[in-house]
């Protein structure tokens, strides 16, 4: 009984990090920009492969492949918000939705072309290959390293966005852009740097996740309503909101397929219906 | 109680012509103008058919699905043109139909196709009126995340639900009796053809009269204003939740042809992709324009059997390459390349 | 004195902590022509929105022709006659003027249900709706997209929209604001010619309209109505004078 309640906590916990490092990204991005990016699950994937092509192929160590799944991504993320995306802001849905599937399934061509249709597994460091003993039960060390990650990440971005200048920048843009323009602040050079950061945390979250969310081609297919949902529930422009979110349906997910196995994900999406239904906004929406 | 009179200086106004006399017989804003463009895809298409039905033989299959993907089209186009109403799950009405006449086949044993379609309009139009309630509450990103989460829904279902469905098999053993007991589906495939091009006449004759109507226009100003639109007296909830009931109902249809003219149900039928391409075709042929949707579900349903032929990994690139282009450089679609091209073969439109 | 067609019941409304709408007890009998006015922000856009359901009151009530109507929706009162022009065009911008109009008919005739097309409907409706436009002078503007329009001429629009309407009451929202000078004659000219049994509520900054239209003049500020009165009252009345119209008057 503790046992199954500690499996469902552990790895419920471990996935829902990996929902929240790939998604609240796209929750800061739409609710600054107003940019419903479709696409944003792709950039995790590539994040993936960065990690997959740094770890396997130039033997690089996996502390280092990490950061450069974060750096290479958010700067691809500059360069098409600098390029397309930015044409984009204030366009109906409708393009935004159009333009954001095309881009991911140009890049669902791209990654079949380069590394295949098959799945890609990073390599892990020796240090976090092993078991851990968690209250009597033993649990892959890698997913608590995952878990961690995503506490220390929500850490950071807390920190970027609460205490900085640039993170305030940001809340005010979220908050009221015509004000925030009016103020003097530079909301094209927010946007880009928003976009990159977004992007380069989820590049981050599909190197981290890769054991949890597996990388493929589709990955950004596969995997985007898991994100949209924590971004919806959890609420745009939030930090907290998607972890809470993500938190919410990670947990409930694993229980239910561990627990009722017949119904599958059935559950989540049960849910996150009666979430939206309560509260339109999400959870913590700062903007709907 | 008599109105203040007050003298005001005369002040010069427009000549005010006789009440009607210089009213015009366009109608621009709703895009029922440019009826040349409408006019030139109906007999572009029309031909097409014709020359497929004399010589094409081997495209009487090919040629069903385009007529199917036609109507799906259109009724994904009334939703997200006309109405406004964003959904990445439409899947789910057009699958539901199919599995409405795949089951009631398989297993009571109701093989008559056009009852057939009748019961799929009726079970996608409920589950579009259930849904349409709650997924119309919400606008914007959430609106989206609710199609999706429905569809996302249904599909697990349809997944778990083994003993009704097939599962991941598919619904196996499907048999349609002949029309109006009349006319077999052949193994060419010429009744097939020939029975979805008759329920495609009949969908586009009812789609075009609609979005000419008073109702059709009342879509469009939904689209166009929702406040103002309730402020001149529409209850615009109870006239979106119609339409998408409506359009829930047209996919059922289309989704049963499907299942009767292939005899077969997979789940692909309610898969996320589904939703996501007749979203692409819609904005391809141009949406808010009937005509503009049926030429894009010709052009992408083409299109996708010879890439896909030729180099079927990439297919995606050549998707992703050409809905970019589209969505960047022509936001009206190929319809709104047909009025151009149209425009600059013509003098000058008067005004 | 005739029933009040519209009253209004200690109507508050906060935003936050923001009382806009301070216990307002209006009414408004039919064929009478009154004006509100106040300061900026206070609150006489807010008070229409109350009066028609665009914002929901947090307490009192509104009373439509002897029914409370404050729980029904926008569309419910517009259906009774109810009726209001924005202060910022609200227009369906993409679609002609004619076709603005034709849709207003449309759902004032019972005619938004029907599916399918009449020709010789459409054609009746759209002599109607030319028939509006010719009173505001817009009848060569009929077939150019709202857009098209210089902002003076779409709020001409916003007018039109509202007659094709037949309201019982009409709430116009600053119906001058945004056209030219030379031009607000057009508007005079219709405010004239409404229906005598017509009930008119009028916000409006050019204080010449006015006192020139106005049988009576309610005063907002902060939310709360400060006087009420016949335009001489309100002209003579001091603290009027001293809170709000300042020194520019000439009535
Ligand atoms: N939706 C809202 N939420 C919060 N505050 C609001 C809202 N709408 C209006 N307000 C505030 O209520 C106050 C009254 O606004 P309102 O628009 O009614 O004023 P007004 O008298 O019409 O002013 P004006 O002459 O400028 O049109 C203002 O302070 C405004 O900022
Ligand atoms: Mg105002």
New interface residues.
Partial sequence: MITAALTILFHGLAFAMVLYIVSVGLGIT?GLMNF?NLAHGAFAAAGGYVVVVATRSLGLPFWVALPAAFVVVALAGAVVERL?VR??YGAD???Q???S??????????F??AFG?LQQQPEIPAALSGQIALGGVEFPSYRAFVIAAGVVILAALWLLIGRTRIGMRIRAAVDNRNMAEAIGVDTRMLFTLTFALGTGIAGLGGGIGADVLSITPTYG?EY??LF??V??VGG?GSIFGPFLAALCIGVVDVAGKYLIP?????FI??V??AI??AK???LFGVR? | ??????R??????????H??A???S?????AMGRTGSDLAIAILLGLGALATLAFGESYWLLGSQVAITMIFALSVDLL?GFAGI?T?GHAVFFGVGAYSVGIASVRLGWTEPLLGLLLAAAVAALLGAATGV?VL??????Q???T???A??VY??A??AKPLTGGADGLQGMVVSPILGLFDFDIFGLTAFLYTLAVLAAVVVFAV??T???????L??IR??R??????????QK?LL?VYTLSAALAGIAGALLAQTSQFVGLNVLH??LS?EI??IV?LGG?GRLWGALLGAVVFTLFKDRLSALDP????????????V???FA?KGLIGLVDRLLAAGRPKET? | MTAAILETRALHKNFGALAVAQNINFSL?P???EALIGPNGAGKSTFINLL?G?VPPTSGSVILDGQDVTAL????R??RGL??T?QIN???????V??NV???L???HG???????SPSRRRRI??E???IL?RL????W?????RELPYGRQRLVEIA?AL??RPKVLLLDEPAAGIPS?????V??VL?N?A?DLAVLIIEHDMDLVF??A?RITVLVQGAVLARGTPDEIADNETVKAVYLGEGIHA
Avoid: C
């Avoid at chain 1, 017949?262 to 059935?266: H, I, L, Q």
């Avoid at chain 2, 990439?314 to 809905?323: A, D, M, P, S, T």
């Avoid at chain 3, 030379?182 to 057009?186: K, S």
């Fill in positions: 739409m419903a397309v044409t984009l849905e409708l393009r939705v159009l333009f599937i095309a881009l991911l399934f140009m890049a669902i061509a791209g079949t072309a249709p297919q985007l309503v949209l949902i971004v919806a745009l017949e119904f599958g994900a059935f999406y049960g996150v219906i939206l239904l339109p906004a999400g709907s | 109680m008599p109105r203040p009179t007050v005001v200086e005369p002040v010069k106004r427009l000549s005010v012509p009440p009607g210089a009213a015009p366009t109608w621009r804003g709703l997200v964003v990445l709650l509450r919400t606008r914007g990103l959430g989206l995340m609710l999706m989460a429905f996302s829904m697990e279902i997944n778990r009269l609609m000419r109507s008073p109702y059709g226009r009342s469009v100003g166009e204003n406040v103002r639109m309730q402020a001149i007296g529409t209850g615009v006239r119609s996320f992709s996501g979203l692409i904005a949406a990994a990439y297919w995606y690139f050549w998707l992703g390459l050409l809905l970019a589209i969505v960047l936001p005004a | 009998e064929g009478r022509f028609t665009l929706p926008i569309e419910a517009v259906k009726v209001r924005f609200t227009l369906f911008n993409n679609l002609t004619a076709e034709i849709l207003a449309d759902e004032h005619q938004g249900w029907r599916p399918l097309p759209r002599d709706a030319y028939d010719g002078g817009l009848t060569p009929g077939n150019r997209e709202v929209i094709a309407l030379t031009e607000t004659g057009t005079i000219e004239e409404l005598s020139r239209f049988q």
